[in-house]
């Protein structure tokens, strides 16, 4: 894959902090998606999946709906 094509650029920029956050509550992907769909988010693993990569934007609800399910805020995405 080319570096500049589009695939190649992360689709946001908190994917990583979120994978961090995910791994220290010792949830994987399907358990923090269910989560997620309890907290009104339709979203599963593969998804999320793409998230954590980069590879999908994250709107700011649905960032909202994860800083709310860890008990984080805004301030804690810096």
């Known amino acids: 894959m080319h570096r ?3 695939r190649s650029k992360k ?7 979120i994978r ?8 994987t992907q399907e358990q923090l998606a269910v989560k997620l ?5 339709d979203i599963d ?4 999946t793409r998230i ?3 590879q999908r934007t994250l709107f700011d609800y ?3 709906l994860i800083l709310d399910v860890f008990g984080k805020s805004w301030k ?3």
Request: hydrophobic share 40%; proline share 3%.
């Open 62 to 64: 649905e960032l909202k």
């Open 4 to 6: 500049n094509s589009p």
């Open 76 to 78: 804690d995405i810096e």
């Open 52 to 54: 954590e990569t980069g």
């Open 11 to 17: 689709l946001n920029l908190s994917g990583k902090i």
């Open 45 to 48: 693993r593969v998804v999320f």
């Open 37 to 41: 769909q309890v907290a009104g988010w």
């Open 20 to 27: 961090r956050w995910r791994i220290q509550e010792g949830l």
